[in-house]
């Protein structure tokens, strides 16, 4: 037997640990390996939504390369059929902006409504609001996959004012419209922002970083809202994740859609997920503003309402820690 010096062997023992952490067997020698039975009857729905279009220049894309981007990014994750609701009121000739909405109902993506203006219901007289929703509903409704559905600008739903709630309620059901309400949330417009101010500054951000936060801080929510709902309802809903036309969700959703498949998800329509029974649901809550699950949540008096990651102090502090790495 070779003799070995302390020093000698210690490298041996290095290099057999270095050799080891980078061998893998090939699949063939390990066997058949068995998927818990929780993934392979998985219950765990998503479908997607963006909204915002047209959103204006981001912190890396040209207004007019995003909508390329994202189309292709659809694709290549499998997301077959989106829901973009739209504020035609910000269409600008110079962007192309209602070519690129065409291009997205003609990926096979669907049209909803946004407001022409992108209203915020708690600032504004019933009145003026529900005339924007008519608004963007006369640019939307002779496009083609044009859904009857109209989503609250901000989550605002009225927040404190019932009435004001209650009238809007009436309104959408008087022009045949449906709720298009959200599910998991995490704010991808706020890791936008900070990264726009990131970029003018000139500051270097960490771009692995970035896309680990982002796919990070949706896939927690969407278990989030899953666990809130199974304890709500005592079944799963299918959810509908809000995103928006940002550069952040054209260069990361199909990282998004991997992640979320690997942790037992299956993507669905836009229009599977708004076949969901809660989708009829009005839940009563004191603050109308958020999630469809969240509030009804909240109604029922169940757990801990909102995800902590659409706290911004708490985005902030992530975004500078590990994107800025400040
Ligand atoms: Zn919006």
Not at 62 to 72: Q, S
Not at 109 to 121: E, I, P, V
Not at 240 to 269: C, N, P, Q, Y
Request: net charge negative; aromatic share 10%; hydrophobic share 45%.
């Amino acid at each position: 037997m070779l003799a070995l010096s302390p020093r000698l062997f210690l490298s041996s023992v290095l290099l057999a640990i270095l050799l080891f952490a980078f061998w893998r067997p090939a699949d063939s020698a390990i066997g058949p390996v068995a998927e818990p039975v929780s993934v392979a009857i998985s219950d765990k729905r998503i479908a997607f939504s963006f909204d915002d279009a047209p959103r204006g220049a981001g912190a890396f894309l040209e207004p007019d390369e995003r909508p390329k981007l994202l189309i292709e990014a659809l694709k290549t994750a499998g997301i077959e059929q989106a829901v973009f609701f739209i504020n035609p009121g910000r269409i600008t000739a110079h962007d192309n902006d209602a070519a690129d909405i065409a291009a997205y109902a003609n990926a096979g993506h669907l049209l909803a409504n946004h407001t022409a203006g992108h209203s915020k219901l708690s600032s504004v007289p019933t009145a003026t609001f529900l005339a924007d929703i008519d608004a963007a509903e006369a640019w939307l409704k002779d496009k083609p996959n044009y859904r009857p559905w109209f989503r609250f600008p901000f989550l605002d739903e009225g927040r404190t004012n019932r009435a004001k709630r209650d009238a809007v309620r009436a309104g959408l059901k008087q022009r045949g419209l449906m709720n298009g309400y959200v599910t998991v949330d995490a704010s991808d417009w706020y890791l936008e922002d900070m990264a726009i101010t990131a970029a003018r500054a000139g500051k270097l951000m960490d771009w692995n970083a970035l896309r680990d936060l982002f796919v990070e801080s949706y896939v927690e929510s969407a278990e989030f809202s899953d666990d809130l709902a199974r304890r709500t309802l005592g079944r799963a809903p299918v959810q509908m994740i809000l995103l928006h036309e940002t550069d952040l969700a054209a260069m990361f959703v199909d990282d998004l859609a991997a992640a979320l498949k690997k942790r037992g998800w299956t993507i669905v329509s836009a229009d599977e997920a708004y076949r969901d029974p809660i989708a009829h649901m009005e839940p009563d809550v004191d603050f109308a503003d958020g999630t469809r699950t969240q509030m009804l949540a909240a109604e029922r008096k169940i757990g801990n309402r909102w995800y902590e990651r659409n706290d911004q102090k708490l985005a902030k502090k992530l975004f500078a820690e590990r994107v800025l790495r400040d």
